[in-house]
C-alpha cells in the first residue's frame, strides 16, 4: 500500500542550525514526491517537487530510491521557516496526493 | 486571479445539522479534491473529480457528498454533522492527471461540530 512516513511530530531547532526533515516512502511504482509548507493561519503551499531538483528558500531534498527517503533540509535555519511541513507522494493513477502527518518545525532564536 | 477560493472560513454546526462547503477555482483545472486536516493526523482525502461530472471518493468519504457539475465549482455537502466531523477542510486543485505541478490549495472552511 502506498504510504508517507514523517516520524517526526515535532523538531525544534536554533536560528542558524542545520534542519533535516525526514519523509520515507512506500510504493510500488515510480514516486513522485513532494514538499508542502503550511506557515501559520496559512494555506497549504507548495515548495519543492523532486522532478524539479531545484532548491527553495534554501531548502534541498533529494530522492533515495534504495533507502526510499526524500529528506528536507537546510544548512541553517531561520525562524521564519517555523511552520508545518508535508511530504507528499503523487498517486499517477488518480491524480490525486497521499501526504505524510506532517512535522512541526520551531526555529528558536 | 483568485487561485482557489473556499466558503465560509469558519463554521460552527450542531449535531445533525447540513452544510455546503463551497470550493470554487479559477484556472481551468480539470482535477479538484476535498482533504480534512486533523491535528497531528496529516490530510485524508475525502472525495476528488477529474472532470466535470466525475467524482470519486477518497479514503474518507463516509458522511460527505459532492457534485462537479461545471468545471470551476466542486462543493462539499455534510448531510448530519458529527463531532467526528469536526476538522479543517481544504479544497485543491491542480492541472495535470498526475498532479506533477503540485497542487493550489485553497485558504480553508474550520469547521466545529457541537
Known amino acids: 500500500a502506498q504510504r508517507v512516513t514523517q516520524p517526526e511530530k515535532l523538531l525544534s531547532v536554533f536560528k542558524g542550525a542545520p534542519v533535516e526533515l525526514k519523509c520515507n516512502y512506500s510504493?510500488?511504482?515510480?514516486?513522485?514526491l513532494f514538499w508542502y509548507v503550511q506557515y501559520s493561519r496559512q494555506r497549504l503551499q507548495l515548495l519543492l517537487r523532486h522532478i524539479s531538483r531545484e532548491s527553495i528558500k534554501g531548502f534541498t531534498a533529494d530522492l533515495n530510491k534504495g533507502e526510499t527517503s526524500f529528506h528536507l533540509k537546510k544548512p541553517f535555519a531561520q525562524e521564519e521557516d517555523s511552520a508545518m511541513y508535508y511530504c507528499a507522494l503523487s498517486l499517477r493513477s488518480q491524480g490525486n496526493l497521499i501526504f505524510g502527518k506532517g512535522t512541526k518545525l520551531s526555529v528558536k532564536p | 486571479n483568485a487561485g482557489v477560493t473556499q466558503t465560509p472560513k469558519f463554521r460552527i454546526l450542531k449535531i445533525g445539522q447540513s452544510m455546503t462547503l463551497q470550493c470554487a477555482q479559477d484556472m481551468n483545472h480539470n482535477y479538484m479534491y476535498w482533504y480534512r486536516q486533523d491535528p497531528g493526523m496529516g490530510l485524508k482525502l475525502i472525495y476528488y473529480?477529474?472532470?466535470?461530472?466525475?467524482?470519486d471518493k477518497g479514503e474518507v468519504p463516509n458522511g460527505y457528498n459532492v457534485s462537479r457539475s461545471t468545471t470551476e465549482d466542486f462543493p462539499l455537502r455534510l448531510e448530519l454533522a458529527a463531532p467526528s466531523q469536526t476538522s479543517v477542510y481544504f479544497c485543491?486543485?491542480?492541472?495535470?492527471?498526475?498532479?506533477?505541478?503540485?497542487?493550489?490549495f485553497g485558504s480553508g472552511t474550520r469547521l466545529t461540530v457541537v
Open positions: 485543491a486543485s491542480t492541472n495535470t492527471g498526475d498532479a506533477g505541478y503540485g497542487y493550489t
Open positions: 510504493y510500488s511504482g515510480s514516486p513522485e
Open positions: 473529480s477529474v472532470g466535470a461530472g466525475i467524482t
